[in-house]
T-cell receptor
Framework: DAGVIQSPRHEVTEMGQEVTLRCKPI?????LFWYRQTMMRGLELLIY????????DSGMPEDRFSAKMPNASFSTLKIQPSEPRDSAVYFC????????????????FGPGTRLLVL | KNEVEQSPQNLTAQEGEFITINCSYS?????LHWLQQHPGGGIVSLFM???GKKKHGRLIATINIQEKHSSLHITASHPRDSAVYIC????????FGTGTRLQVFP
């Protein structure tokens, strides 16, 4: 199995530009998570999907951030417009999603997208 | 006060030493995770536990629900164990500790 796939691995953009991060979860996994990691705040959960439906988006910082999961094998996290404080590593993770509760199953992390907003 | 506290923040050890990393939390949880983040940035889930103890190779994780405390032990540490170890607890979502940076020298 290829594991969780994220693209791009690195992104450098200018303030105000739109940024789209992509994630392909492990086949058969029904839960998908987007995390952000910064030096100041560590790892934070942004949003969690189960069966393609957003279950908890309370971690999404503000309206500039949006996430979609149009099907079981693809999710996007979009930032529009981007700001320098959005610079971070964004991780996608997936889990089987059979328990119905996030965080009660082993999660498999993608390699992350390192975003730098200038 | 953070809901998840890890100690120590940084740890150095000589190869072969026994390592203990601690995690304390202040909220009710349904599960606790230990994650390993390598210097290259990749994150691997080591353990998920809700009670007792789990062992995988040289790694042992324990949890005491009453005391709201978990420990991660590494026996016979090796330089390749050098990484950041992150504790995360599940309430209705995962809350992460700030991590413990471990360096094991040959």
């Amino acid at each position: 199995d290829a594991g969780v796939i994220q693209s791009p691995r690195h992104e450098v953009t200018e303030m105000g530009q739109e940024v789209t991060l992509r994630c392909k979860p492990i086949s058969g996994h029904n839960s998908l998570f987007w995390y952000r990691q910064t030096m100041m705040r560590g790892l934070e959960l942004l949003i969690y999907f189960n069966n393609n439906v957003p279950i908890d988006d309370s971690g999404m910082p503000e309206d500039r951030f949006s996430a979609k999961m149009p099907n079981a094998s693809f999710s996007t996290l979009k930032i529009q417009p981007s700001e320098p404080r959005d610079s971070a590593v964004y991780f996608c993770a997936s889990s089987l999603g059979t328990s119905g509760r996030s965080g009660t199953e082993t999660q498999y992390f993608g390699p992350g997208t390192r975003l730098l907003v200038l | 006060k953070n809901e998840v506290e890890q100690s120590p923040q940084n740890l150095t050890a000589q190869e072969g030493e026994f390592i203990t990393i601690n995690c304390s939390y202040s909220v009710g949880i349904s599960a606790l995770h230990w994650l390993q983040q390598h210097p290259g940035g990749g994150i691997v889930s080591l353990f998920m536990l809700s009670s007792g103890k789990k062992k995988h190779g040289r790694l042992i994780a324990t949890i005491n629900i009453q005391e709201k405390h978990s420990s991660l032990h590494i026996t016979a540490s090796h330089p390749r164990d050098s990484a950041v170890y992150i504790c995360a607890v599940n309430t209705d979502k995962l809350i992460f500790g700030t991590g413990t940076r471990l360096q094991v020298f040959p």
